[in-house]
C-alpha cells in the first residue's frame, strides 16, 4: 500500500474501547472496594455495551473510503469526497479536519514522583500524550450528498493552513493529519476517520 495515499483508521473504534474499558476497570475497583454491587454491574454493562457499539460503528464503516480532487499541501486547498458504502442518506454529515500533535511525557505521575530515584527508572513511567493543533469542521446537509452504486459520498472542501505542520516527526514531536466523518443513521451510525499525508509546497 502507498504510504501516501489517505487510509482508514481504528480511530473511532478506539475511543469506544477505551471508554468501555475504563468503565470496567472501575467496575472491578468498585467490587474491591466494596461498595454496592449494582455499581458494579451498572459500570460493567455500560462498558461492554460501549465495546460492542464501537465494534459495530467500525464494521458499518468497513467500506467506507476516501478520494482526493488534490493534494493535500500547507497552504492550498484540500477537495475530496467520502464515500460512506452505505445507501441509506442521513439527514447531514459531519466533517472535520485536525492535526494532531503527539509526543512521548517522561515525567512521572506525582504519586510516583518520590518513588523515583534515577532517570533509568523514570523512563519506565513514560507516557504518550496527544493534542489536537488545528481543526476545522463543517456540515454537509442531505440535498448536498450524493448517491453512487457505492454508498452515499460526501464532497468535501477545506483550506489547508500555510503556517501548519506537515505530517511526520518534528525533532522528537510527531504530527498527524485526519479527517473524520460522522452521522447519525438508524440502528448504528456512521463513523469513518481517515489518516493523511500533509505535506510543504
Same mark, same amino acid.
Given at each position: 500500500?502507498? *504510504? =501516501? ?5 481504528? /480511530?473511532?473504534?478506539?475511543?469506544? +474501547?477505551? /471508554? ?21 454491574? #451498572?459500570?460493567?454493562?455500560? /462498558? #461492554?455495551? *460501549?465495546? #460492542? ?10 467500506? *467506507?473510503?476516501?478520494?482526493?480532487? %488534490? ?8 477537495? /475530496?469526497? +467520502? #464515500? $460512506? ?5 442521513? @439527514? ?24 523515583? %530515584? ?7 513511567? $513514560?507516557?504518550? @500524550? ?17 448517491? $453512487?452504486?457505492?454508498? !452515499? $459520498? +460526501?464532497? !468535501? ?14 525533532? =522528537? ?16 451510525? !456512521?463513523?469513518?476517520?481517515? *489518516?493523511?499525508? +500533509?505535506?510543504?509546497?
Amino acid at each position: 500500500m502507498n *504510504a =501516501d495515499l489517505p487510509r482508514r483508521t481504528l /480511530g473511532p473504534l478506539k475511543l469506544y +474501547v477505551l /471508554g468501555g474499558g475504563a468503565a470496567l476497570l472501575l467496575a472491578v475497583m468498585s467490587i474491591r472496594a466494596a461498595y454496592p454491587k449494582p455499581l458494579a454491574v #451498572i459500570l460493567g454493562g455500560a /462498558g #461492554i455495551a *460501549a465495546i #460492542i457499539y464501537g465494534i459495530l460503528v467500525h464494521a458499518r464503516s468497513a467500506n *467506507a473510503s476516501i478520494v482526493l480532487e %488534490t493534494q493535500p499541501i500547507l497552504g492550498e486547498t484540500l477537495r /475530496g469526497r +467520502v #464515500i $460512506s458504502g452505505l445507501h441509506v442518506m442521513p @439527514e447531514e454529515v459531519k466533517l472535520a479536519l485536525r492535526c494532531i500533535h503527539e509526543w512521548t511525557d517522561f515525567s512521572a505521575p506525582t504519586s510516583l514522583t518520590s518513588l523515583l %530515584t534515577s532517570d533509568s527508572r523514570r523512563t519506565r513511567y $513514560s507516557r504518550k @500524550e496527544r493534542q489536537t493543533v488545528w481543526e476545522e469542521t463543517t456540515t454537509v446537509p442531505r440535498k448536498s450528498l450524493r448517491g $453512487s452504486p457505492s454508498g !452515499f $459520498s +460526501v464532497p !468535501f472542501q477545506f483550506e489547508l493552513p500555510r503556517d501548519g505542520h506537515r505530517t511526520g516527526y518534528e525533532s =522528537d514531536d510527531r504530527y498527524q493529519w485526519e479527517i473524520e466523518t460522522e452521522a447519525s443513521i438508524p440502528g448504528v451510525d !456512521f463513523r469513518a476517520t481517515f *489518516a493523511l499525508k +500533509v505535506t510543504r509546497s
